[in-house]
């Protein structure tokens, strides 16, 4: 019999489910086909380069089970794109568009059942790309292999859309000109580990980045963008190669701009976001979170009473809304998954 999933004890963490995908590829060759197999542990060459050398890269999305019934996807055409962009940097054979939408829809609908209900969660889909094959000489692996599993999941940040409270960093930066921050490498997560559990032992939610190079500007948030309002208008840093160019980011300046808000893609000084009237960060697996303070040294900035902003408040609704068909899909940003043709006997 099936275990029951409790929906409403979900977190953000890792809960195996029943099916995978693996494709492998030699390099300079084109992708094999993949296979859909049982969730389970896989073998490896100690030698692989993901292993030795980080050359791996990772993409987050969510399916969502729509009011309307069916399960749907956010714009996974823009993670099959990052994965491209990603692959050509850290020199791996980029996994084609079509055959990345088709592993994705492919391994949700053999998971349905792990997709929550409307509103309790989503299931969390983790596609990787690996360099599989055994290398000594610092190069590209000979082999790699593309995987996709999922997980269902709740909140990201513990209490849902409850403010948090972030501290900026200034010992650690997260990515430098020149660097891997544009791209979801696997080796820009781990250095931001220590930071982030030193940042929770005192009380803080996240760490918010500054720029490596001034030292004055905001880059993000741990591991999703960042967004503040003064006086109506809504700021998020500039894209300049070291800040991960989120999907969720993207998809909310479009829609702060489609309600009449003003926003502006910026360098946002620290001194300015400490005098903002609203702040909030934004990813797949954050969604948007409002942030209820922010400190930087020994100044603490506390932003509508440690309530959720009336524009974070609005933005979260339009946006959630639409990931889960509440609210029409203006943009096309919804793909929905086919489901197999269940047999009756
Ligand atoms: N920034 C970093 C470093 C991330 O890892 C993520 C998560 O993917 C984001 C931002 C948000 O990106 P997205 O909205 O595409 O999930
Ligand atoms: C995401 O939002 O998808 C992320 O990748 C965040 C994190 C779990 C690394």
């Given at each position: 019999m099936?275990?029951?999933?409790?929906?409403?004890?979900?977190t953000f963490s890792f809960t195996p489910t029943d099916i995978m995908y693996v494709a492998k590829c030699k390099l300079g060759e084109e992708w094999q086909t993949g296979e859909m197999m049982p969730y389970g542990d896989i073998t490896i060459s100690p030698a692989a380069g993901v292993l030795n050398y980080g050359q791996g890269l990772f993409e987050g999305m969510k399916a969502q089970r729509s009011v309307n019934g069916g399960i749907v996807l956010f714009r996974p055409e823009r993670n099959a794109a990052r994965l491209i962009?990603?692959?050509?940097?850290?020199?791996?054979?980029p996994v084609p568009e079509e055959m990345?939408?088709?592993?994705?829809?492919?391994?949700?609908?053999?998971?349905?059942r792990w997709v929550p209900p409307t509103g309790k969660g989503a299931l969390y889909v983790r596609p990787v790309l690996w360099g599989?094959?055994?290398?000594l000489g610092v190069s590209p692996a000979p082999e790699y292999t593309?995987?996709?599993?999922?997980?269902?999941?709740?909140?990201?940040?513990k209490g849902g859309m409850h403010p948090i409270s972030l501290k900026v960093s200034d010992e650690f930066h997260r990515a430098c000109p020149g660097g891997s921050g544009g791209v979801k490498a696997i080796g820009n997560?781990?250095?931001?580990?220590?930071?982030?559990?030193?940042?929770?032992?005192?009380?803080?939610?996240?760490?918010?980045?500054?720029?490596?190079?001034?030292?004055?500007?905001?880059?993000?948030?741990?591991?999703?963008?960042?967004?503040?309002?003064?006086?109506?208008?809504?700021?998020?840093?500039?894209?300049?190669?070291?800040?991960?160019?989120?999907?969720?980011?993207?998809?909310?300046?479009?829609?702060?701009?489609?309600k009449g808000y003003e926003v502006r893609e910026e360098k946002v000084e620290i001194e300015f976001v400490l005098q903002a009237d609203e702040c909030f960060c934004a990813g797949t697996a954050a969604v948007i979170s409002p942030i209820g303070a922010i400190c930087h040294g020994d100044t603490c900035t506390m932003y509508c009473n440690n309530e959720v902003g009336p524009v974070t408040g609005e933005l979260y609704?339009?946006?959630?809304?639409?990931q889960t068909q509440v609210e029409a899909d203006i943009f096309?940003?919804?793909?929905?998954?086919?489901m197999p043709e269940i047999e009756i006997e």
């Open positions: 099936e275990e029951q999933i409790d929906w409403d004890s979900l962009t990603g692959a050509e940097r850290l020199g791996m054979p990345f939408l088709d592993a994705v829809e492919k391994v949700v609908a053999a998971n349905a599989t094959g055994p290398i593309f995987m996709v599993y999922v997980c269902p999941v709740g909140p990201y940040f997560y781990a250095p931001g580990m220590m930071p982030s559990k030193g940042a929770k032992k005192e009380g803080f939610a996240e760490i918010i980045y500054l720029d490596a190079v001034e030292h004055r500007y905001i880059e993000e948030v741990g591991a999703a963008n960042f967004f503040c309002v003064k006086d109506g208008i809504v700021y998020t840093p500039e894209l300049t190669g070291t800040i991960l160019p989120g999907i969720t980011r993207a998809s909310i300046i479009d829609l702060a701009r489609s609704d339009a946006l959630t809304g639409i096309g940003w919804i793909r929905a998954v086919p």
